[in-house]
């Protein structure tokens, strides 16, 4: 129980597109999802909690119109990364949270290259 | 001061060995507490959960100490694929989203 999908695994892109990554949950629904980046050794860093139904909840310094979040179901959140630079290159990684608990169960995260 | 603090290590034991990390949050108030596992690119994976009572899930043992705000993972008989880092994470009152500290690495050699 309790599996998190997420798609695509890798994508690379040119500079100045948008890329859109899916979060699903499998098994279980969530009213709440994360999105984290990661750089390479570097900590997990929360960008955002998606919630179902209404609008995402950015962190300090995560550009909320660079980083589209949607979460238009209990079981799928999406993130756009518009207009991508290379710095935006990095490891996406989602979690859902089940309902009614505290644990975070994480998806295979999307390996994005920027050109 | 973070919110969760580890020592980065890198912690390099032979197979076999007993291995413990300690892990110190700075929430009084928090409430859940859970010990992940992260693999060279890939995702965190929920090892266990931290109950005040302590816990053990085969090898691994978990302990929470709330008056000095610790919580400890003790690996027993280490194996190579316990080779990983393992994040420390706590809740935080008032967020939705859980706090990872920023990992102890550990590297089991043969």
């Known amino acids: 129980g309790a599996v998190v999908s997420q798609h695509p695994s890798r994508v690379i892109c040119k500079s100045g597109t948008s890329v859109k990554i899916e979060c699903r949950s499998l098994d279980f629904q969530a009213t709440t999802m994360f999105w984290y980046r990661q750089f390479p050794k570097q900590s997990l860093m929360l960008m955002a909690t998606s919630n179902e139904g209404s609008k995402a909840t950015y962190e300090q310094g995560v550009e909320k119109d660079k980083f589209l979040i949607n979460h238009a179901s209990l079981t799928l959140s999406t993130l756009t990364v518009t207009s991508a630079h290379p710095e935006d290159s990095s490891f996406y990684i989602c979690s859902a949270r089940v309902i009614g608990g505290d644990e975070q169960y994480f998806g295979p995260g999307t390996r994005l290259t920027v050109t | 001061r973070k919110e969760v603090e580890q020592d980065p290590g890198p912690f390099n034991v032979p197979e076999g060995a007993t291995v413990a990390f300690n892990c110190t949050y700075s929430n009084s108030a928090s409430q859940s507490f859970f010990w992940y596992r992260q693999d060279c690119r890939k995702e965190p994976k929920l090892l266990m959960s931290?109950?005040?009572s302590g816990n053990e899930d085969g090898r691994f043992t978990a302990q929470l100490n709330r008056a000095s705000q610790y919580i400890s993972l003790l690996i027993r008989d280490s194996k190579l694929s316990d080779s990983a880092t393992y994040l420390c994470?706590?809740?935080?009152?008032?967020?939705?989203?859980?706090?990872f500290g920023s990992g102890t690495r550990l590297q089991v050699q043969p």
């Open positions: 931290v109950y005040s």
């Open positions: 994470v706590v809740n935080s009152p008032g967020r939705r989203a859980l706090t």
